[in-house]
């Protein structure tokens, strides 16, 4: 016969927080694809951050020491929540674990801030490009929703490369956001201007954006003037390949690399590539 001390189930010990790491919660979380996923997570009032800029997040659990990773916050400087938008790699010492979150489950998040694309690092302009691929389009959700762009810049041009046209599902909805926001549509009214296009599957725009531009199709489409260095300003975050051809184009039309010590006219964020 069983006792009744023996029949009695020890509590789980729940993992340990490293020190000085914050343990938020999982708000929502939406599945795009079967690659791509965005999450909502509570934001520690101690927290702040530029618009643009990314945080290490991780999980608990395992053994050893949490296994943190860069990701750029999607939402605005101003939201109560905080927004990210990944990848799922089935073996990613992370994103497969990731992925696999609900609402109420707990995200690690380191309380430091940072990164190159902030609005600070750039020159005075009148346009801002935004040039992303794949999950390269999240820190640039933070900016256009952010105030404070359209006080600098008078127009934005978001561009998102992807391989198919399910992957634009997030930059279509942030676009439709964006006109329906109370704080900001009336500023972003015929002022953003999206640019998707795919490279794996035909679509209404197909192609490359470095060819786009070269050819010059982009600005045919748009209806808007060639890029030029004393009225643009450009970002850049995505993949290894089209960070290179970006920076390469831009500078030789005349564009100079910047940073928040040395402001230019653009920017190119290489803590991580989708």
Same mark, same amino acid.
């Given at each position: 016969?069983?006792?009744?001390?023996?029949?009695?189930?020890?509590?789980?010990?729940?993992?340990?927080?490293?020190?000085?790491?914050?343990?938020?919660?999982?708000?929502?979380? %939406?599945?795009?694809?079967?690659?791509?996923?965005?999450?909502?997570?509570?934001?520690?009032?101690?927290?702040?951050?530029?618009?643009?800029?990314?945080?290490?997040?991780?999980?608990?659990?395992?053994?050893?020491?949490?296994?943190?990773?860069?990701?750029?916050?999607?939402?605005?400087?101003?939201?109560?929540?905080?927004?990210?938008?990944?990848?799922?790699?089935?073996?990613?010492?992370?994103?497969?674990?990731?992925? %696999?979150?609900?609402?109420?489950?707990?995200?690690?998040?380191?309380?430091?801030?940072?990164?190159?694309?902030?609005?600070?690092?750039?020159?005075?302009?009148?346009?801002?490009?935004?040039?992303?691929?794949?999950?390269?389009?999240?820190?640039?959700?933070?900016?256009?929703?952010?105030?404070?762009?359209?006080?600098?810049?008078?127009?934005?041009?978001?561009?998102?490369?992807?391989?198919?046209?399910?992957?634009?599902?997030?930059?279509?909805?942030?676009?439709?956001?964006?006109?329906?926001?109370?704080?900001?549509?009336?500023?972003?009214?015929?002022?953003?201007?999206?640019?998707?296009?795919?490279?794996?599957?035909?679509?209404?725009?197909?192609?490359?954006?470095?060819?786009?531009?070269?050819?010059?199709?982009?600005?045919?489409?748009?209806?808007?003037?060639?890029?030029?260095?004393?009225?643009?300003?450009?970002?850049?975050?995505?993949?290894?390949?089209?960070? %290179?051809?970006?920076?390469?184009?831009?500078?030789?039309?005349?564009?100079?690399?910047?940073?928040?010590?040395?402001?230019?006219?653009?920017?190119?964020?290489?803590?991580?590539?989708?």
């Amino acid at each position: 016969m069983q006792s009744s001390a023996a029949a009695v189930s020890q509590p789980e010990t729940a993992p340990a927080i490293p020190a000085g790491v914050h343990a938020e919660t999982v708000v929502s979380v %939406k599945h795009y694809t079967d690659r791509l996923f965005s999450f909502r997570i509570t934001r520690p009032q101690s927290l702040r951050f530029r618009s643009g800029e990314f945080v290490m997040i991780g999980l608990p659990g395992g053994e050893g020491k949490p296994l943190f990773r860069a990701y750029s916050v999607a939402s605005p400087a101003w939201d109560e929540e905080l927004e990210f938008y990944s990848i799922k790699v089935p073996d990613g010492p992370l994103t497969s674990k990731l992925q %696999k979150i609900q609402p109420g489950d707990t995200i690690l998040l380191r309380p430091r801030s940072t990164g190159t694309l902030v609005t600070d690092a750039l020159l005075p302009g009148r346009r801002l490009f935004l040039f992303s691929t794949g999950t390269g389009i999240a820190p640039f959700a933070s900016i256009l929703r952010d105030p404070d762009t359209y006080e600098k810049f008078d127009q934005i041009i978001l561009t998102q490369t992807v391989r198919e046209r399910a992957e634009l599902a997030y930059g279509e909805e942030l676009a439709h956001q964006l006109a329906e926001d109370p704080l900001i549509g009336e500023l972003t009214a015929g002022r953003v201007h999206t640019y998707m296009t795919t490279t794996r599957e035909i679509s209404p725009r197909t192609g490359r954006i470095t060819a786009l531009i070269e050819s010059g199709t982009l600005f045919t489409d748009l209806d808007i003037a060639p890029l030029d260095p004393e009225h643009d300003r450009g970002m850049i975050c995505g993949s290894m390949h089209m960070l %290179k051809d970006i920076k390469a184009l831009l500078e030789s039309r005349g564009f100079e690399e910047g940073s928040l010590n040395k402001p230019g006219t653009f920017v190119v964020e290489r803590a991580f590539v989708d």
